[in-house]
């Protein structure tokens, strides 16, 4: 019984062998990879193309994007001079934390200033005796 299982054993091995010596040359990396490359379908290359045009068409609008905010911030900064200098002498900037005293675009001016000194939302709102969703808004709005 041993003899048997042994001879069906090499029998399986020898054959093995040969129908690998016959396949050695069909089926090598590097027919594969040319075989994949000369493949390649032209949705893959009008995919590629499309992706390329919308990362272009992304980054112009970003860049758009970022000139309006600047534009926007140096039109609002001229309003504001503009109105300072229509007051005449006195300041519409003026450091007042009575927000009736002191008007609407003092009270940005405020906001932003406080922001930009690290204080947070909460320190801000105590500051300026405003609501949090008002200087949230303006904080989105302005800054």
Do not use: W
């Amino acid at each position: 019984m041993n003899i048997v299982l042994i001879s069906i054993g090499l029998i399986l091995i020898i054959t093995a062998m040969f129908e690998y010596k016959k396949d050695k040359g069909k089926h090598s990396f590097k027919k594969e990879f040319k075989n994949a490359i000369d493949n390649a379908n032209d949705y893959k290359v009008e995919i590629g193309k499309l992706r390329k045009e919308f990362s272009e068409t992304i980054l112009e609008l970003q860049k758009e994007i970022y000139q309006v905010k600047r534009l926007e911030n140096s039109k609002s900064d001229e309003f504001l001079k503009n109105i300072e200098n229509k007051e005449g002498n006195e300041s519409v900037f003026s450091e007042k934390t009575d927000i009736e005293e002191v008007g609407y675009s003092s009270n940005i001016e405020m906001i932003r200033k406080l922001i930009n000194e690290g204080k947070d939302i909460e320190e801000v709102c105590g500051l300026t005796k405003m609501p949090k969703g008002e200087v949230l808004l303006v904080k989105e709005l302005y800054l």
